[in-house]
């Protein structure tokens, strides 16, 4: 066992520690990644709080991890010493499963092994990227090209490929009128990228706050959903709408917006439920489908999709003491539009 200075929960909602934590030796398949930036997912302060459900602590949140490789096992292949890698919400699965063979390894039927709040098939705990070090199987590390910096490549591992992986599959491109939901974390990612596939894209956030943003990032449409007949302005009038909202939503409102035969791809995971009538989606053929983050061959080519684009992430970088409030930032939508963390600020005190 080796150690590294990490950001720790100690339990449900407590304030972060820097602690040190051990990670494994190296197996024959693994790489040791020297992080350098973590990306604060929302999905982060839902496990935290335990909204939902029960989680493993102490813990140590983080699958938007950027780094470089510093060691590698010795049947490593696909990584060398040096190589700028990404680690996303997995660091495991079977390997040989039908959905693991089809490189969506998240849907592994022996279930994947999470970064963290999670436990390796050795029975052990996963600690996630709020650290200075992570060891994981070399099939789960990414390589993030040249033309990307750390920082802003970060958010990509999660943001990123969560949002890509709906666009890809609905056919977001050139003609296609497509609608995001919730300007935050997935929200601009799925704006930045929708626009760089061709499609027209409209902004729906609960304000007039971000728009001009919604323009700089790519959208050719903002609408403050909070202003009144706003929402009833716009029926009929998306073929994709992409939901990240991580709050209850007016479901059946939102499904009137799309056009027959449309799609909303739901990737918010609040703790409420969603409700709607069938003569909802009855009516016009519509769809209403979830997303689950996007397997590893999709996140590298949604990586190579953004240095070949020139996307980033938009971040506010911060150090390992802003990490609280950065989280009541995430709750309260003051983020714009997501928060990176700078791993070398984690300092544990002796
Ligand atoms: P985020 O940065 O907090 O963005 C969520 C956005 O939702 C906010 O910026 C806000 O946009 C909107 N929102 C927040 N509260 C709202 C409310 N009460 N009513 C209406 N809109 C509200 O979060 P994120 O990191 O993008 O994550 C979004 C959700 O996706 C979370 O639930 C997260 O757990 C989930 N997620 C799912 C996957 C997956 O695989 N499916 C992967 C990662 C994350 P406006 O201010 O513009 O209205
Ligand atoms: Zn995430």
Request: one cysteine or more; proline letters at 4%.
């Amino acid at each position: 066992m080796t150690s590294t200075p990490a950001l720790v929960a100690p339990s449900a909602g407590a304030a972060f520690e820097a602690r040190t934590v051990e990670h494994r030796d190296l197996r024959d398949d693994d790489v040791l990644i020297d992080i350098k930036f973590a990306g604060i997912c929302h999905s982060d302060i839902h496990q935290v709080r335990e909204e939902w459900g029960s989680a493993i602590f102490p813990m140590v949140p983080g699958h938007e991890i950027a780094g470089v490789v510093s060691a590698v096992g010795d049947g490593v292949t696909r990584h060398r010493v040096g190589d700028r890698v990404g680690v996303g919400c997995m660091v495991d699965s079977c390997g040989e499963c039908e959905f693991c063979k089809n490189g969506e390894e998240q849907f592994c039927a022996k279930g994947a092994v999470m970064t963290y709040n999670g436990r390796g098939y050795d029975g052990e705990e996963t600690k996630g990227g709020y650290a200075q070090q992570v060891v994981v199987s070399e099939r789960f590390a990414v390589k993030i090209p040249d033309g990307i910096d750390l920082d802003v490549a970060a958010p990509l591992l999660c943001a990123g490929v969560t949002v890509w992986s709906p666009l890809k599959r609905w056919g977001a491109g050139p003609g296609r009128k497509v609608a995001v939901i919730g300007f935050g974390g997935l929200g601009h990612m799925a704006v930045k990228l929708a626009a760089a596939l061709g499609a027209e894209v409209s902004v729906l956030s609960r304000t007039d706050a971000k728009k001009d943003d919604g323009a700089a990032l790519g959208a050719t449409a903002y609408h403050a959903t909070s202003e009144p007949g706003v929402l009833r302005e716009l029926k009929g009038s998306f073929d994709l709408i992409i939901n990240t909202v991580s709050a209850d939503l007016p479901m059946q409102t939102y499904i009137s917006l799309l056009r027959p035969l449309g799609v909303i791809a739901n990737v918010g995971l609040p703790t409420s439920n969603y409700e709607f009538a069938p003569g909802a989606v009855v009516g016009g053929s519509r769809v209403v489908a979830g997303s689950n983050i996007g397997g590893i061959p999709a996140t590298q080519e949604m990586l190579d999709f953004c240095a070949e684009h020139g996307i980033g992430a938009t971040i506010e970088t911060i150090s390992a003491d802003q990490v609280d409030e950065a989280y009541e930032r995430v709750v309260a939508g003051d983020v714009r539009y997501r928060f990176v963390i700078d791993t070398s600020t984690i300092a544990v005190s002796a």
